[in-house]
């Protein structure tokens, strides 16, 4: 079982930074991406930002240049560091992994549990 722990979501105001970790436990065998998504009451869940295992990075428009993703292998941990943030940054936001397994046809996605931040103007 893969579990995914969030964490550093808050409030700030616009203008302000806020860095999102995202810890992977549990029985893993290959991450060939992470991922954070973003999703506010009543909407569908939108890609902020994606990473493959090859280190290639993937944001959505409305966040290039402000949202840097990374991830660091040796502590299982991905990361969304978010400066000169928005009013219309303000959601939930979710980490998802996509895990290869052994003769596995695909990967398996993994969520956490989400984490809320809002920005106020």
């Known amino acids: 079982q893969v579990h995914l722990a969030e964490s550093g979501g808050g409030s700030v105001q616009a203008g302000g930074s806020l860095t999102l970790s995202c810890a992977v436990s549990g029985e893993f065998f290959r991450t060939v991406a992470m991922g954070w998504f973003r999703q506010a009451p009543g909407s569908e869940r939108e890609l902020v930002a994606r990473?493959?295992?090859?280190?290639?990075?993937d944001y959505a428009d409305s966040v290039k240049g402000r949202f840097i993703i990374s991830i660091d292998t040796f502590r299982n941990t991905g990361y969304l560091q978010m400066d000169n943030l928005k009013p219309e940054d303000t959601n939930v936001y979710f980490c998802?992994?996509?895990?290869?397994?052994?003769?596995?046809?695909?990967?398996?996605?993994?969520w956490g549990q989400g984490t809320q931040v809002t920005v106020s103007s």
């Open positions: 990473i493959t295992e090859d280190n290639i990075a």
């Open positions: 998802n992994v996509a895990i290869m397994y052994p003769y596995a046809a695909r990967p398996s996605d993994y």
